[in-house]
């Protein structure tokens, strides 16, 4: 790159804890940053901190509907028969995702053109709106818009992906990208866990919430309130969250609105980037490491959203349809215990898997087990009592576990695969696609279980069994997809 006064000026690679020599400029936050990590060989807990929580809270509401969502379309008296209750849930659920699917490409151009910070500072804004609004719901379509307003503001998944691998040196990159992938799988549980207890609380706790009250009227808006409260506060968190994107005398953002000018018109060059040539995002779509670490995550985002959707809907449902009959409290303790579970083991046992076998090894042991799992769940049904409680819990927490570990090294293949100039378009691709997928998740299981219900008896297996059987083989495609030649990794990963 020349400068302004036509003089070699070349700029070094923008990633921390990269060998080269670097020339920091005063007053760009990025060099700042990596001016402060080259001097500081240690882990940034601080940062990591902020990042989780800010994770945590924006991840909340996703999925913390479903232990309730049976009973609220109940209540709205949507569905004419008790059968078609899952069909109108799976629609609820997948609005967020689909709107998720149109926004993620605008936020991620947006993270890379003015920041990650103020897009992840926006989104937590609209968590702290829209999950309050959708407590108070009081129509079928009021609780599909705000759903979708949530997924369209909400912007923040693909930018904090980049976020925390530019936060850190390279060596640091697993652990950041395991506090983004742990916070929001606990999230994605802990979600549901506060759903399942705060949901109803005037039925549930007579003696603290009375039927008169604001939560006796709206009976949903404790969970959605609770979540904004810990959403506000992880929005003053956001005020110590360094900036990671690099702005010289504009320089940057001249760039951007250039790729921006010529996307899909010409594969413009942004530079020299010395580990990838991926320019623009018709290019990234070119790059195959890239695109099948962003296929392989979008299978297995599939699989985790069905199986949540259809757990909760199955847990809940009457004994005459194989269910557990389980109360929305019940499924609600089931994911807290899966939430702490993650926890400790993305704190205490993840690390010294990755120091072991690297990040990306041991995502197909954890598909296959994964699958074993869950094929034993129809036969649960035939239990009872504290024999039952206590394998759905262990069941559900290898679930999440296995999950866990999947997801993370997805994400540590997507932001390897590119450079830190395109990560926030890339990752808003990976969002975008993800998000597409995880709209029809929620849908497909719903209508899925609905059917399911209706048709118990004389098919080839029993109604459940085909439920699980349909997830499962969602596993099944990923697993086949993390070999050649769907599946392309970087020698420094394949070495790892």
Request: neutral net charge; contains cysteine; hydrophobic residues 45%.
């Amino acid at each position: 790159m020349e400068s302004r006064n036509g003089e070699a000026d070349e700029l070094p690679p923008r990633d921390a804890g990269d060998e080269a020599k670097k020339h920091y400029q005063e007053g760009c936050p990025g060099c700042r940053l990596d001016e402060t990590n080259e001097s500081n060989t240690g882990i940034p807990y601080l940062n990591f901190f902020y990042i989780w929580i800010v994770c945590l809270t924006s991840s909340l509401p996703i999925q913390s509907l479903f232990p309730y969502i049976y009973f609220m379309m109940r209540d709205f008296k949507i569905a004419k028969q008790e059968q078609d209750i899952g069909f109108y849930a799976g629609f609820v659920g997948a609005t967020y995702f689909l709107a998720r699917t149109v926004s993620s490409v605008p936020w991620g151009i947006f993270a890379d053109k003015y920041g990650r910070k103020p897009c992840i500072v926006i989104s937590i804004i609209s968590v702290i709106v829209f999950s309050t609004l959708f407590g108070l719901s009081t129509s079928y379509w009021m609780a599909i818009v705000t759903r979708g307003l949530l997924g369209l503001l909400c912007g923040i998944l693909g930018p904090i992906k980049a976020y925390a691998t530019e936060v850190c040196r390279k060596e640091h990159q697993a652990l950041a990208m395991s506090v983004v992938t742990s916070s929001r799988a606990i999230a994605l549980v802990v979600g549901p866990a506060i759903g399942g207890f705060l949901a109803q609380p005037a039925e549930k706790y007579p003696n603290i919430f009375s039927n008169g009250s604001i939560f006796g009227r709206f009976p949903y808006f404790l969970p959605g309130l609770v979540i904004s409260i810990l959403a506000a506060g992880s929005c003053i968190a956001c005020i110590w969250l360094p900036e990671t994107l690099h702005f010289h005398d504009n320089e940057k953002v001249e760039a951007i609105d250039e790729m921006e000018a010529q996307v899909g018109d010409s594969n413009l060059e942004v530079g020299k980037a010395k580990e990838s040539g991926c320019t623009s995002t018709k290019n990234l779509l070119k790059n195959w490491q890239l695109m099948s670490a962003v296929i392989l995550y979008c299978i297995f985002c599939l699989h985790d959203t069905a199986y949540l959707e259809t757990f909760s809907l199955w847990a809940v449902s009457s004994r005459k349809f194989r269910g557990l009959s389980l109360t929305s409290q019940d499924v609600g303790i089931v994911l807290a215990v899966s939430g702490i579970g993650v926890l400790v083991y993305q704190l205490a046992v993840y690390p010294f898997i990755v120091k072991y076998f690297g990040p990306v090894r041991p995502l197909r042991p954890s598909v296959v087990l994964s699958i074993l799992v869950l094929a034993m769940y129809p036969f649960m049904a035939k239990l009872q009592g504290l024999e039952l409680k206590l394998l759905i819990n262990i069941a559900s927490l290898l679930e999440n576990v296995f999950s866990a570990t999947v997801t993370t090294a997805c994400n540590i293949l997507q932001n390897t695969a590119v450079t830190q100039e395109h990560r926030g378009i890339a990752n808003g691709i990976s969002v975008t696609l993800m998000s597409l997928f995880k709209g029809v998740a929620p849908a497909a299981a719903g209508i899925l279980f609905s059917w399911t219900q209706k048709h118990m008896t004389g098919l080839l297996l029993p109604g459940d069994q085909i439920l699980f059987l349909v997830i499962n083989s969602v596993s099944i495609i990923g697993l086949i997809f993390t070999f050649k030649p769907f599946f392309s990794m970087s020698d420094a990963l394949r070495r790892s």
